[in-house]
């Protein structure tokens, strides 16, 4: 599939995605009435309007007492599809989506339920849309690493269709060091493992990633930047970051988006994607994000092919697809005066 070449946005890989912070206030709403729960909140206005966080946790607390309401299969499933169609509409053509496994099965879920519906959805909204997607099992910092180590013990067991592995949750306070057995696990299944380090810890935890959990990607990293050491390491070995620049905005990561640290991630040799992390909540699909920090930092389409090509080098696809993919990218950066302003989808 080439680019058509008055797209407004390159095609790229979204890397950095938690399912559910993909919940949009409605669906929330309607799938708390299918399923007969209870959600704290008079409608979907009101949900939104608590949307105003003060830092990471703030949000968790809302964010896993929202995905409450996800129950079935088929909630996982519609939720999965809602998020490929507007991923589709804003160019993403590959996702790899992070469910936190251990929130549902914790409240009653089956695991089968949740693995089922996201492969479902990933399936029928591929059919759908053409975006591809692959599935990684967050593990949970703020939770016992002993949970995860038996949450892969399930997923082997079930052979379940899952890519790789991630660690999300509070960064804070819980080390990572406790899921190295976890990681070491999958790796020898052959999963993929990327982990989130440096979005409000300190530089030294992207090493712990690395050398601990053998992480092959980093979710955020923005906080590298403070030890030179860190950034030469990242810059040497060109290990992919996965940003959220939107998302370290509203969790107040760093102050506003002209302080956001990528222009310096840029100019140091950083290998650096954009994404939404938890569009929803954050009000901003990647495709938002690319344009929010092109108007704000003036990106050129050099730079935004860059950052797109960055995203399907740094995805768990196959060497071929991701050459497919880039070439896209490159049709889209040669395909100069074609930058009209257009609908998402066009
Ligand atoms: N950081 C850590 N865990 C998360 C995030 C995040 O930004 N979003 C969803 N889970
Ligand atoms: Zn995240």
């Known amino acids: 599939m080439t680019a058509p070449p008055t797209t407004p946005r390159p095609p790229r890989a979204e ?20 399923n007969r729960v209870a959600l704290p909140f008079a409608d979907p206005a009101a949900l939104r309007a608590a949307y105003d966080f003060t830092d990471l946790q703030s949000f968790l607390d809302l964010y896993h007492a929202t995905s409450q309401v996800l129950r079935t299969a088929e909630d996982f499933a519609d939720l999965t599809v809602a998020y490929l169609r507007r991923a589709a509409a804003g160019g993403v053509r590959h996702a790899e989506v992070m469910v936190d496994l251990q929130t ?32 990684i099992a967050a593990f949970l910092r703020h939770r016992p690493a002993a949970e995860a180590d038996a949450l892969l013990d399930d997923l082997l067991a079930l052979d379940a269709p899952v890519a790789g592995v ?13 899921f190295a057995p976890a990681f070491a696990r999958a790796a020898a299944h052959g999963l993929r493992r990327t982990a989130h380090a440096a979005e409000e810890g300190p530089a030294w935890h992207v090493t712990e990633v690395l050398d601990v959990l053998g992480a092959e990607r ?24 996965t940003v959220c620049p939107v998302s370290n905005v509203r969790l107040r990561a760093v102050p506003s988006l002209a302080e956001h640290p990528l222009p310096r991630m840029l100019a140091a040799g950083l290998n650096v994607s954009l994404n939404s992390d938890d569009p929803s909540y ?64 066009s």
């Not at 099965?105 to 089968?112: F, I, K, T, Y």
């Open 15 to 34: 890397l950095h995605l938690h399912l559910e912070g993909t919940l949009e206030p409605e669906l929330a709403f309607s799938l708390a009435e299918r």
């Open 104 to 135: 549902h099965v914790a409240r009653g879920v089956p695991l089968e339920e949740v693995v089922a519906g996201v492969a479902r959805g990933l399936a029928d909204g591929e059919a759908e849309t053409g975006v591809s997607g692959l599935l």
């Open 166 to 178: 991630g660690l999300a949750s509070t960064e804070v306070g819980f080390s990572a060091a406790p």
């Open 218 to 241: 980093v979710d955020h990293g923005i906080r590298a930047l403070e030890d030179p050491d860190v950034v030469a390491r990242l810059v040497r070995d060109q290990v992919p970051l």
């Open 282 to 345: 954050f009000g901003g699909y990647v495709d938002e994000v690319d344009d929010a920090v092109t108007a704000q930092f003036h990106l050129t389409r050099d730079q935004r092919a860059d950052l797109a090509a960055a995203s399907f080098r740094g995805s768990f696809l196959p060497a071929e697809r991701v050459a497919t993919h880039v070439a896209d990218v490159e049709a889209w950066r040669g395909a100069s005066g074609n930058t009209r302003p257009g609908p998402a989808a």
